[in-house]
């Protein structure tokens, strides 16, 4: 979050410093939770793509002061966040700097489970954009198929599954796959997630896994070969090489958050007669890029 043009006007961003979020994504997730109560009961959570950490700022808040955790409960909650990015620590979060892609990240949560599955995973990744619209697309796919494979190892029946999307040309696909693996699917939006962007949020109830389906990763086995046995339904291909398209999914889709709150498209001016003060980032970023640039400049590795 910047400290200066448009972002000063935009008033989750503001109330995000005032309210100490890392970052005003914190809004989309609080504001999720309060439409469909995604923490009820939830024991072991994991926060893919991860960083700054609002997301896990919102889940250590909501499992250890608002679930009323205490130190004779059984089950302490546990929660692991995820990023390729190094994460400033948050209380009750266990950070891991690591690739959801990569089938040692699923080893490494485990082992900070014991074992156990995880009640929730949620994922807001996004790569970074090349700006060649149809490629950043298909990342954005791979991203969330990746989150999606991961969680299918994780994931206890029944739990739930929260994710970024953007809804694209071929969501429908999505909706209809997740649909064979979760009781419900629905496309959320939340008041402070811009009207104008084509993100929003799947949020999946009830794991349903095949009971003969045993996922395991493996950097050998594309992904349709993963989900092979998961009884997720397939284009058909003809002999004469059309195919048959299966029904369209759509998913039901919900608007959330107080809706006569904050327009995120909104610019909310500052009134320039009432004292203010500019407050500093929540958390500085911990590895900026333009940091390797001001050491290369200083050791004059750089030349105008
Ligand atoms: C929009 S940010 C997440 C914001 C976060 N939910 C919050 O509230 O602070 C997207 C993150 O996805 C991460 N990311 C992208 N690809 C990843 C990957 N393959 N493995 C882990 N993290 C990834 C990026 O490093 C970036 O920090």
Known sequence: MGKSSKDKRDLYY?????????ARSAF????????????????????LCAAPGSWSQVLSRELFEKNQYTANDEIPPKIV????????????????????THPKT????????GGEPA???????APDVTGLHDLDEYIQAQLILAALQLTTC???????FVA??????????MYSQLGYLFEKVICAKPRSSRGTSLEAFIVCLGYKPSSHWKPTLDPNVSTEDFFKGANIGRYELKDDLTYEEEKRNVAPFIACGDLSSYDSDATYTIESNVDRISLDPVQSPTAPPYKKAIEKKRNGEIKR
């Open 164 to 173: 970024k999307i953007f809804r694209g040309r071929d969501i429908d696909l």
């Open 119 to 125: 009640d929730f995973v949620c994922s807001d990744g």
């Open 106 to 113: 699923l080893s490494k949560i485990l082992e900070i489970f």
């Open 14 to 22: 503001r109330k995000a410093k005032e309210e100490g979020w890392r």
């Open 28 to 47: 989309k997730l609080l504001q999720l939770n309060d439409q469909f109560q995604l923490f009820k009961g939830v024991r072991r959570v994991v926060d």
């Open 154 to 160: 994780l994931l206890r029946p029944g739990g739930t």
């Open 81 to 100: 966040a995820v990023d390729l990015q190094p994460m400033a620590p948050i209380d009750g979060v266990t950070t891991l700097q690591a690739d959801i």
